[in-house]
Nanobody
Framework: HVQLVESGGGSVQAGGSLRLSCAVS????????LGWFRQAPGKEREGVAA???????TCADSVQGRFTISIDNAKNTLSLQMNSLKPEDTAMYYC????????????????WGQGTQVTVS
């Protein structure tokens, strides 16, 4: 059973930074594809950044150059460093994980955390 627990959200002024963390309870995070998603009130959930088991990562155009996704495999911890935050980054942020074969098949993530709120004013 995979459990994901996010932390690090909060309130920050525009231009500030936050670092989100996600504790991934699996035998080895190397076997999973991981990602960060966000959902603002009244909007659909959107992908923010993803990192695959080979370490390759992608970021949405809206956060490119400001957000960085990383994984500490020894600690099974996924992080999202968010710099130059904007009010439009305000959302609930979710950590997600899935076996990479499943992601390649249908792009879906099987496991989700409870989310952590980020508010930028």
């Amino acid at each position: 059973h995979v459990q994901l627990v996010e932390s690090g959200g909060g309130s920050v002024q525009a231009g500030g930074s936050l670092r989100l963390s996600c504790a991934v309870s699996v035998s080895s995070a190397n076997d999973y594809c991981l990602g960060w998603f966000r959902q603002a009130p009244g909007k659909e959930r959107e992908g923010v950044a993803a990192i695959d088991s080979d370490g390759s990562s992608t970021c949405a155009d809206s956060v490119q150059g400001r957000f960085t996704i990383s994984i500490d495999n020894a600690k099974n911890t996924l992080s999202l460093q968010m710099n130059s935050l904007k009010p439009e980054d305000t959302a609930m942020y979710y950590c997600a994980a899935t076996p990479c074969w499943l992601k390649r098949r249908n792009g879906q993530y099987a496991y989700w955390g409870q989310g952590t709120q980020v508010t930028v004013s």
